[in-house]
């Protein structure tokens, strides 16, 4: 695709193959960016590639484990093999665990916290040497609005969350000499197929809207725009901001 506001740039998105990782890539692929989509799973990357190569789009599929520090680095040299760049890293891996702190295995809290924290600092890392060597370069973490409010049975999830975006902060002012902005989004509902069982149950999807002040769940649409802001020239002088997109949740 020709003609776009990211024409020219390279991205990374993580946790590509559904959901909110899935329309974001979508949508830089649709304003003319070339993009590495990494997951675990190879049968939904290619499901994507396939889809945007047909529409004109440059897609690279990177079966990718986030909390493996070798899968990280050969994701980013395969990105920079076939495109001579990166420009762009959306840190969108994730998982979620709701269970009760005094009946949750540490083996959880421990596979959150790798997939959701140590995945963004190993990709941030790792992407973040070619950033910091050509002096320009955007990274937008997926946070949550969990990460701002108390919500019982998501200890670890929160966390993990609120790491990111202290990571966030951290790495925005340390890479802002070198001219990196790093910034957040932190989403509230959105109707992905990680909430799908959710949504399903009428009196629990009830519950959940009841609590969100404008009565509905997001459409992953509905991040694009935010997220091309936030890699795009229109940010370069916004550093270490978290976007809240939760229709109020997190304010009542």
């Not at 999807?205 to 509905?216: D, G, H, Q, T």
């Amino acid at each position: 695709m020709n003609g776009g506001p990211m024409e020219g740039k390279v991205a990374i998105v993580t946790g590509a193959g559904r959901g909110l990782g899935r329309s974001m890539a979508e949508a830089l692929v649709e304003a003319g960016a070339r993009v590495s989509v990494a997951a675990r799973t190879r049968s939904e990357l290619d499901a994507f590639v396939d889809e945007a190569r047909a529409a004109g789009g440059e897609v690279l599929a990177c079966p990718t484990d986030v909390t493996d520090e070798a899968s990280v680095e050969q994701m980013v040299a395969a990105t920079v093999e076939r495109f001579g760049r990166v420009d762009v890293l959306v840190n969108n891996s994730g998982i979620v665990a709701s269970t009760p702190l005094i009946d949750q295995p540490a083996e959880e809290w421990d596979r959150v916290i790798a997939t959701n924290l140590r995945g963004t600092y190993l990709a941030t890392r790792a992407v973040g040497r070619h950033l910091v060597a050509q002096g320009s370069g955007k990274v937008v973490n997926i946070a949550s609005n969990f990460a701002l409010q108390g919500v019982a049975d998501h200890a670890a999830y929160s966390a993990s969350k609120a790491g990111v975006i202290a990571f966030t902060r951290s790495m925005a002012v340390e890479w802002a000499r070198h001219g990196v902005q790093v910034n957040a989004i932190a989403p509230g509902y959105f109707a992905t197929p990680l909430n799908a069982d959710m949504r399903a149950d009428a009196d629990t999807l009830a519950k959940v809207v009841r609590a969100i002040p404008a009565r509905r769940m997001g459409e992953p649409a509905e991040l694009k725009p935010w997220l091309l802001l936030l890699s795009g020239s229109a940010s370069d002088f916004m550093t270490g901001e978290v976007v809240v997109i939760d229709g109020g949740q997190s304010i009542r």
